[in-house]
């Protein structure tokens, strides 16, 4: 699960492993009949070198958990923005043990520092 950007390790990425999604509706699995707004996202990162691996509900099911790693060796300050704000947001470790608060702007968007090839575990509650 990648934003297409100006990276090629993520435009490879996502070109080799596309998004697959499937949504629960009346308690069946499966795709359904809509339409998804072309300009939408569930999440959002920034800059492209911050690669989305996983996004699934917690181990303890109080929340979403987002898993990311930067992928071209170099340190930067990652922004991420889901399509609700986040209100509250934890660095765990992979294992989602270890909290660690992390600050959310005003705006919703959660703005971290990554190092390079960083795997990072990212915990946001409802």
Sequence with gaps: MTAIGDSGTANGVAFNS?????TLQ?????PQQGTVPAKKSFIRT????IVVTSVKQSEDGTGTVIRLYEAEGDRC???ISLLKPIREAY???LLEYDPERLAVDAGGTLTLP???W???TILIKE
Excluded: C, L
Excluded at 26 to 30: C, P, V
Excluded at 46 to 49: A, I, Y
């Design 18 to 22: 596309p998004m697959v999604a499937w």
């Design 77 to 79: 300050t990652a922004r």
């Design 46 to 49: 920034e800059p492209s070198n």
């Design 26 to 30: 009346g308690g069946h699995r499966g």
């Design 118 to 120: 960083e795997i990072v």
């Design 91 to 93: 660095r765990t470790s």
């Design 114 to 116: 990554v190092k390079p």
